[in-house]
């Protein structure tokens, strides 16, 4: 079956342009999860959904940053007013049930965001 | 000091060789021991977890917790050239506001050669 799959794999912005990035979690999973993976580094957690719902925002960088998930699927982040410490390749992630049960997170390919 | 560290290598060993793969922890909160794979430009896949402490075999992978030193480690053995790639740790807590989030450490790059 399908995986996740993310859109653009590749994204180059000017800084202070605005991105979204896309993410279509496997189908009918309950848990969506952003993250963050600047070079050389490990991802670090941005936002997790439960369904349609935004229930830990508490990773996102700052106020330039927004995601969600209108219809308990697909998945987009914003990136308003990009700047350079913005390059990195975000990750989406989704598990079969809700945070309250371990799951395997499946991870997508990933969009690699530079900024110039 | 982030809350799991782990040494970047690179690590370079020979095919067959014995692969120690280790990480360290300060939050006595996780409960859950990942250990992710992660090839060049693409996303991380899980190789095996652990709850809590102990040992897990799964083929030649060997995953270790010890909760009292706050460190776990992967082993493999017979180690081939496809094991090339890049090795995280990750973690998370079983409760809390900060259920299903994981915590990784950078990673360590293993290259296996023939």
């Known amino acids: 079956g399908a995986g996740v799959s993310q859109s653009p794999r590749y994204k180059v912005a000017k800084r202070g342009q605005d991105v979204a990035l896309r993410c279509d979690p496997i189908?009918?999973?309950?848990?969506l999860f952003w993250y963050q993976q600047a070079l050389g580094q490990g991802p670090e957690f941005l936002t997790y959904?439960?369904?349609?719902?935004?229930?830990?925002k508490s990773g996102l960088p700052s106020d330039r940053f927004f995601a969600e998930r209108p219809e308990g699927s697909v998945s987009t982040l914003k990136i308003q007013r990009t700047q350079q410490e913005d390059s990195a390749v975000y990750l989406c992630?989704?598990?079969?049930?809700?945070?309250?049960?371990?799951?395997?997170?499946?991870f997508g390919p990933g969009t690699r965001l530079t900024v110039l | 000091q982030k809350e799991v560290e782990q040494d970047p290598g690179p690590l370079s060993v020979p095919e067959g060789a014995i692969v120690s793969l280790n990480c360290t922890y300060s939050?006595?909160?996780?409960?859950?021991f990942m250990w992710y794979r992660q090839y060049s430009r693409k996303g991380p896949e899980l190789l095996m977890y652990?709850?809590?402490?102990g040992n897990k075999e799964d083929g030649r992978f060997t995953a270790q917790v010890d909760k009292s030193s706050k460190y776990i480690s992967l082993f493999i053995r017979d180690s081939q050239p496809s094991d090339s790639a890049t090795y995280l740790c990750?973690?998370?807590?079983?409760?809390?506001?900060?259920?299903?989030?994981?915590?990784f450490g950078r990673g360590t790059q293993l290259t296996v050669w023939p």
């Open positions: 992630a989704s598990s079969l049930r809700a945070a309250d049960h371990f799951d395997e997170q499946f």
């Open positions: 990750a973690m998370s807590t079983d409760r809390g506001s900060t259920l299903g989030r994981l915590y």
């Open positions: 652990t709850y809590s402490s």
């Open positions: 959904f439960q369904n349609e719902a935004q229930l830990d």
């Open positions: 189908s009918g999973h309950v848990s």
């Open positions: 939050n006595s909160a996780f409960q859950y």
